[in-house]
């Protein structure tokens, strides 16, 4: 048995045993693969490109934001009820989520990855925190008390109400993303990413432009985190503050270190 | 894996704690958080590199390894046509560096041709390190300048440098010692390809990788290592790793090589093999220039030496001339600095 067979059999048991666990554990799996997602970006992130950040908990509530805002703020279901279906908003705040995180994580890479040694993680903790205040204190998103009654995902008229309905959309989404990534680690870009870890000099002799490919794993990251909220947002259908402070985005930290930091997929620890 | 392993561990333990402390304790409270902190702290402790690495070698003693993967067929990589030999390739002109007060460089010239071997050498502290810095786009001059194929290259990152076909090694190996030779020289070649991260990661880069990877084993085999191509990097030999690194430079098909004391480490046979590689690539025109201090090595190899001390040249010749100057002489034999130890960072 290879590597390979066995995780396919390990999802493949998850995947049968799925309509008879019970609803907790069906919960449980769910927020693990949700978890997952920032942890697999912060992977990238932290063991494989050499950035720390203690923020990712910010890029979860952008996404988990935005579509709570777009699926329920009187300004924009009504601005929005002419042009598209009510069933279709959360995939617009899934759009929107990416769109205002891609912005946004560009901006504050482009600023802060410069920094280095512990000056990096200080200031990720900072934006961290402030993000964290600013979903607490704006108005329209709900201040301290959150947004309620967000709808459910529907895909082609089914409804994803249940955590054991949403989980295996969850959970393709994570298997999709980890395959993705380890794609990308196993080609000629990935390799560049790994550069990075060994000092600028060396990649950047290489013809590697390490500040573009900074930003650009801190991108990659930051949108991981983004989809995770999305999900996220529709699972409990309620967004507050609590889940995204500086303690979650720690834990997303430690998920990623204690899992093994410079490792994303068993397919890719084994070397070529 | 380790992503998903860490957020299964971290859920589960943390909803246990949850569940299991204020029972145990008599009363309510976020306990969980300092248990938790402790076991980060053994974790952390016993396996720093996270719990992944130490489940694969246990799981490898009964899982086969993967079956190698299928090998598109290679797409053709972007080639440079070399210079013609004898034309000017880097040329550094009247480069002046200041630390302050300290005057590390001044006023160097010196040029590399096409198709020659040219040799800095100096003794310790006479500013090679900081010339080699210039001339590779890691450090600006303070004042001169340094051109690449005609080009003015102040300013420029060294990434500019590597585009406009010059390679280099390092002084302190820098390779990734987990990674396999192959990707380390693969690295090399980084350039060489265009497909994006969209590309590789739907798998769409397949051909341009194969020819990538099939470029990097065609350098490693030509400098030697062809046994090694899959090992990782950190366990070969120093010597070799340096060799590895001329390899890894070679990957990106340069005009202009620049090694930094390419011999240290190595052994005379290898020395010997060293020196018939870089033989070998003078022939098929390359312009290379030798940092070095192994004087037997860079007298048999080089076709020009430029010889610094205290930061400006003091001779430039051939091998048979400079041996002959006076104050070339006098720096080596007559001060007190050794000239065959490793060198200072200057």
């Known amino acids: 048995m290879t590597r390979r067979t066995l995780t396919l059999l390990c999802i493949l048991a998850l995947a049968l045993c799925w309509p008879w666990l019970p609803d907790y554990t069906v919960t449980v799996f769910s927020y693990i693969a949700l978890y997952s997602l920032v ?35 009187p300004v924009a279901t009504s601005a929005l009820a002419e042009v598209v279906a009510p069933a279709l908003l959360p995939w617009l705040g899934l759009a929107l989520g990416l769109l205002l995180t891609f ?13 280095s040694g512990h000056y990096l993680p200080l200031c990720t903790i900072a934006w961290g925190l402030s993000l964290y205040y600013l979903f607490g204190n704006l108005d329209f998103l709900g201040g301290q008390t959150g947004i309620t009654g967000l709808p459910a995902l529907t895909v082609g008229g089914l409804s994803l109400a249940s955590p054991r309905a949403l ?13 993705a990534l380890h794609n990308l680690l196993d080609s000629r870009e990935g390799r560049a990413v790994r550069a990075l870890k060994s000092g600028r000099v060396m990649a950047e002799s290489m013809g590697v432009d390490t500040a573009r490919y900074r930003t650009k794993v801190f ?34 930290l430690f998920m990623a270190v204690v899992g093994g930091s410079g490792h994303l997929w068993a397919l890719c620890w084994a070397p070529r | ?38 076991l980060m702290l053994f974790v952390l402790q016993r ?14 003693r009964f899982l086969k390894p993967e079956p190698a993967p299928r090998v598109a067929a290679p797409a053709p990589l972007a080639t ?15 480069v002046t560096k200041r630390f302050g007060g300290l005057v590390a460089n001044d006023a160097v010239a010196m040029n590399l041709k096409a198709g020659e071997v040219h040799a800095l050498i100096g003794p310790n502290g006479a500013g090679k390190s900081t010339f080699f810095n210039m001339i590779s786009g890691v450090d600006d001059p303070s004042e001169g300048e340094v051109r690449l194929l005609g080009e003015p290259m102040t300013g420029k990152p060294s990434r500019e440098f590597a585009a406009r076909g010059l390679g280099r090694t390092f002084q302190h190996v820098r390779l990734l010692g987990n990674r396999s030779v192959l990707d380390n020289v693969a690295l090399g070649a980084h350039q060489r390809g265009h497909r994006g991260w969209i590309a590789s990661m739907l798998r769409l880069d397949r051909a341009e990788e194969a020819a990538l990877l099939a470029e990097a084993r065609r350098q490693i085999e030509r400098c030697g290592l062809g046994a090694f191509a899959d090992s990782p990097a950190a366990s070969l030999a120093l010597g070799q790793q340096r060799v590895v690194e001329i390899a890894r430079a070679l990957a990106g098909q340069p005009a202009a090589l620049l090694l930094d004391e390419p011999a240290a480490g190595l052994r005379h046979l290898e020395k010997q093999a060293l020196a018939e590689l870089l033989s070998q690539l003078r022939a098929e025109g390359l312009g290379i220039l030798v940092v070095e201090h ?39 034999l007559g001060g007190s600095e050794e000239p065959v130890v490793a060198e200072a960072v200057a």
């Open chain 1, 39 to 73: 942890a697999a970006g912060l992977v990238m992130l932290t063991g494989i490109g050499g950035m720390t950040s203690f923020g990712q908990a910010a890029f979860v509530a952008l996404g988990a934001y935005s579509t709570a805002w777009v699926c329920t703020s």
């Open chain 1, 103 to 115: 912005v946004v994580a560009w901006a504050l890479g482009a600023i802060t990855l410069k920094l």
């Open chain 1, 167 to 179: 989980g295996p959309l969850i959970w393709a989404v994570l298997l999709l993303a980890l395959w």
């Open chain 1, 219 to 252: 991108v990659l990251a930051a949108l991981l985190a983004a989809l995770s909220g999305w999900l996220y947002a529709h699972l409990q259908r309620f967004v507050n503050p609590t889940p995204f402070n500086i303690n979650i985005g720690i834990e997303y």
């Open chain 2, 1 to 38: 894996m380790g992503a998903v392993l860490g957020a299964t561990l971290i859920t589960l333990v943390k909803e246990q704690l949850q569940d299991i402390l204020p029972k145990l304790l008599g009363t309510s409270g976020n306990f969980e958080v300092i248990v938790f902190g402790l």
């Open chain 2, 47 to 60: 396996f720093a590199e996270g719990l992944w690495p130490t489940l694969a070698r246990v799981s490898s």
């Open chain 2, 80 to 94: 440079r046509s070399l210079p013609a030999r004898g034309r000017l390739l880097l040329e550094a002109d009247r």
């Open chain 2, 294 to 332: 192994d004087m037997e090595f860079v007298m048999n190899l080089a076709d020009r030496i430029t010889v610094l001390e205290f930061g400006a040249v003091i001779a430039e010749g051939t091998p048979a001339e400079v041996q002959a100057n006076p104050r070339v002489l006098d720096a080596y």
